[in-house]
């Protein structure tokens, strides 16, 4: 039995449905992302399980017992906040405490534990700080201790990182999965970052507009994405128009390509900018003509025309020629690089 | 005078005209009351221009003022403690409400400060004399035998001054709720307390400031009060402004009401500043 079981939840807003059908199941220990643009559902989905907002349809089953019959305050989940939500009139130590203190623990255990909490993660001596004195990155680390310290049987994380720098969010996400491996608990993150849902989950759960685009690992999702918007979503991409042959196979500009689940007629395929080859012109693949190459440090980027449309390219920088602007070059991807839209031709 | 020293000097004479009004309209009557305060006044020769302590020494004496002003500051405590009681909770409905919700209401909140301070009080002691309408309406149903004593007691101004001095909390307290973090009570939600622990552990000692001010402001308007007590308190039920206003105006003993005044004054500044201190130490790290 998975440790967390979504089924079938929804939920709406007067006219407008914030979730729809949405069907996930959570083993112990994994760590899953709800992903999306904003207004996509997932800090609804979030907060459904909270139990911060009632649930419309469907239910939501923790260790196989219905949440909707146990009050926020009963869950026993452990949050964090956007905003980090920190008490600005409590020390560090009485932030993390206060948990505790109100599962009635003794002063001894309660602070055995929010000392045990603050040196997991990295904030040992900031006992008798007050949270307005600290950084964002320091209060984010009371955040997650505060969160930890009640033994939660999940974690939620409300984009938790989204208020830090580019640097520090960084570090941050290490480790934030560092300490999410050492004490092993279920951990759901909702995020609109898409590098940060890629490096931090074990599972992503792609969402828009209240549904459930795809779910699966990090690099099952980027390297197959099910519809143009998970495409689109994730990463760069590139959409490529192609004739189904009805054998299985795609054909561009007589360079043809065996596909999984190619039917026969116009279809387009997702490829990604660093999975494209460019070669000389001659060599086997479809053609297409440089229109702009801009370098990048480690790559270019070569913006090309060609028979399956506009694309981008990723070359890496390792010493050989980059075509130049105007030239002529032959483009392929290997079998295993190209995902079939089930949404067609759309955009 | 080169250009860096007007420039230095500017910020000064921006100031200079409001500087001046505050000085013309509050600074020089209060010092010349002050100092009217140590005039001499007879029956026959009227006010006399000397230095003397008696005004000082008769309130110090006279148990009479002694009774006023205890009675002023036990009505405006009262009064304050009142509308933190009602005014707290109150701003917390309302922080709750949907905004159109919250419009309406906040205009029925700050309606006593719409109508003038005579027609309220008179709206008031018509609604609790003793034919009026609460005392006709309790005997009616039968709960008191006899008229309830509301008119010319403190009961009565404490229930109009609250009345008219509650929005004043409520908009403090409120201007402070909306500070809080909105993610607040479902953290401590989330860390297992109920509402009454997130009410008085997390939300209370944040909104401590707002119900700071707003009782210094309460306090200070309740204890220098005049047409509320003087309506409902009536020529008997004397408080420090209606004794002042009655030396001025009817004994025309200028300088014992101005001691009155200047007593009143002094002892509300150091009332406030004095709890001011004491409560900002306690709760130093809300105050930042």
Same mark, same amino acid.
């Given at each position: 039995m998975s440790h967390l079981v979504l089924e079938g939840l929804g939920?709406?807003?007067?006219?407008?449905?914030?979730?729809e059908g949405l069907d996930l199941a959570v083993e112990r220990g994994e760590f899953v992302s709800l992903l999306g643009p904003s207004g996509c559902g997932k800090t609804t989905t979030l907060q459904m399980i909270a139990g911060f907002v009632p649930v419309d349809r469907g239910r939501i089953l923790l260790d196989g017992g219905d949440l909707a019959a146990v009050a926020p305050n009963r869950r026993g989940l452990g949050i964090v906040f956007q905003s980090y939500a920190l008490f600005p009139h409590m020390t560090v %130590?009485?932030?993390?405490?206060?948990?505790?203190?109100?599962?009635?623990? %003794?002063?001894?255990e309660r602070e055995k534990r929010t000392l045990e909490a603050m040196a997991l993660v990295g904030l040992k001596g900031f006992a008798d700080r007050y949270p307005r004195r600290m950084s964002g990155g320091q209060q984010q680390r009371v955040a997650l201790?505060?969160?930890?310290?009640?033994?939660? %049987?999940?974690? *939620?994380?409300?984009?938790?990182?989204?208020n830090l720098d580019a640097k520090l969010r960084e570090e941050m996400q290490g480790e934030l999965?560092?300490?999410?491996?050492t004490i092993g608990t279920t951990t759901i993150l909702v995020t609109h970052d898409q590098h940060e849902a890629m490096a931090l989950s074990d599972r992503i759960v792609l969402m828009n507009q209240g549904r459930v685009e795809q779910i699966g690992a990090p690099d099952a999702v980027y390297g197959r994405p099910s519809s143009a918007f998970v495409a689109n979503f994730l990463g760069k991409t590139n959409m490529l128009k192609g004739q189904g042959t009805g054998t299985g196979q795609v054909s561009i500009d007589g360079f043809a390509v065996a596909v999984e689940g190619a039917g026969a007629g116009p279809l387009t395929l997702a490829v990604r900018p660093e999975r494209l080859v460019v070669m000389p012109a001659g060599t086997a693949g479809f053609g297409g003509r440089v229109k702009g190459r801009v370098f990048q440090g480690s790559y270019w980027l070569l913006s090309i025309e060609s028979a399956a449309g506009p694309l981008i390219v990723m070359r890496g920088n390792d010493g050989t020629a980059v075509p130049v602007e105007g030239e002529a070059v032959s483009l392929s991807f290997a079998t295993g690089?190209?995902? *079939? *839209?089930?949404d067609g031709a759309a955009s | 005078m080169s250009l860096a020293v007007s420039e230095r000097n500017a910020p000064y004479w921006l100031t200079a005209p409001g500087l001046l009004v505050f000085l013309g309209l509050v600074i020089i009557p209060l010092g010349m009351t002050a100092l009217l305060s140590f005039y001499d006044w007879g029956q026959y020769k009227g006010i006399v221009p000397t230095f003397t302590l008696k005004n000082w020494v008769e309130i110090a004496t006279d148990s009479y003022f002694f009774e006023v002003f205890l009675r002023t500051f036990r009505i405006a405590i009262v009064v304050t403690l009142a509308t933190a009681l009602i005014g707290v909770p109150e701003a917390n409905i309302l922080n709750r409400m949907s905004p159109a919700w919250r419009s309406i209401c906040m205009l029925v909140v700050i309606g006593p400060l719409l109508v003038s301070v005579v027609a309220r009080t008179l709206g008031w002691a018509l609604l609790l004399g003793s034919t009026g309408l609460v005392n006709q309406g309790l005997m009616a149903l039968g709960l008191i035998g006899s008229p309830l004593e509301f008119m010319f007691t403190e009961t009565g101004v404490v229930i109009a001054l609250t009345h008219v001095l509650i929005p004043f909390m409520i908009l403090a307290v409120w201007a402070s709720l909306q500070r809080l973090d909105p993610q607040i009570e479902n953290a401590a939600m989330s860390l297992g307390a109920g509402w009454w622990t997130i009410w008085r552990r997390v939300i209370l000692p944040q909104i401590v400031p707002g119900i700071l001010s707003g009782a210094i402001i309460v306090f200070a308007l309740a204890a220098s009060a005049f047409a509320s007590p003087a309506i409902i308190g009536g020529r008997?039920?004397?408080?420090?402004?209606?004794?002042?206003?009655?030396?001025?105006?009817?004994?025309?003993?200028?300088?014992l009401g101005a001691a009155v005044a200047t007593l009143l004054l002094v002892a509300l500044v150091a009332i406030i500043v004095g709890s001011n201190r004491l409560i900002e130490r306690r709760y130093a790290q809300v105050f930042e």
């Open positions: 939920k709406s807003y007067g006219a407008v449905t914030a979730v %130590a009485e932030n993390i405490a206060f948990g505790l203190e109100m599962r009635g623990i %003794a002063r001894d201790a505060r969160a930890l310290v009640i033994k939660p %049987a999940l974690l *939620l994380l409300d984009e938790p990182l989204s999965r560092q300490i999410q491996r690089d190209a995902a *079939l *839209l089930k | 008997r039920l004397k408080v420090a402004a209606t004794l002042a206003y009655d030396e001025f105006l009817n004994t025309l003993n200028w300088p």
